[in-house]
Structure formats: C-alpha cells, structure tokens
C-alpha cells in the first residue's frame, strides 16, 4: 500500500518563505511523477508544480519564478520551496503522485492527506 505523507505547511506572513515535503512510503520501485496540487475554499483544486523522474518540471504561471520544486528518487521524496508567498497561495496544499511501480502492483495515482498553508498579509 503506498502512503504520501506531507509536512512543512504552516502560517506565514506575506514575502515569506516554506518549503513542504512529500515522503511516498510502500513496497515502492519507482513513481513518474511527483506534484503539488492546492485547493483554496470555494476553488476547484489546481496544479502548483510537477516534476518527472527525470527531472522535467512544470508550473501553474501564478507559482513561476517563486517556487521552485525538487526530488530525491532515492527517497521518493518531492519538496516545494516557496518563497514571496503571497495571500493568495492559501490554500491546502496536496502532494500527487503518478504512475507507482511496485514489486507486482502498479497505483496509477496516490495523494497525500494535505497539509494547511496560510499567507496573513
């Protein structure tokens, strides 16, 4: 069974900085692709940032140039560093992941449990 469990979220003033993680954990081989998606109240949930295995990125146009996301393969881990938050990035932030290979299974998608983040201004 695959788990992604979050942690770094939290509350901070506008200009300032979080970094969030995602640990996947199970009898895990390889993931594809590892994201953040956010859901603000009264919104639809959107992509912030992905990142392949390869090391491909991409980002919704709102989070470019100010956040910046990473993986370690090794550790099936995926982390958004988020700097000039804005109020508007408020939102619960969801870790995703795509395409989990395992010994004998195979998850087409996971998702985190979700972890709060709040920009006061």
């Known amino acids: 069974q695959v788990q992604l469990v979050e942690s770094g979220g939290g509350l901070v003033q506008a200009g300032g900085s979080l970094r969030l993680s995602c640990a996947a954990s199970?009898?895990?081989?390889?993931?594809?692709?590892m994201g953040w998606y956010r859901q603000a109240p009264g919104k639809q949930r959107e992509l912030v940032a992905a990142v392949t295995s390869g090391g491909n990125t991409n980002y919704a146009d709102s989070v470019k140039g100010r956040f910046t996301i990473s993986r370690d393969n090794a550790k099936n881990t995926v982390y958004l560093q988020m700097n000039s938050l804005k109020p508007e990035d408020t939102a619960v932030y969801y870790c995703n992941a795509q395409g989990i290979s395992g010994w004998g299974v195979y998850k087409s998608e996971a998702w985190g449990q979700g972890t709060q983040v709040t920009v006061s201004s």
């Open positions: 199970g009898s895990i081989i390889s993931i594809n692709a």
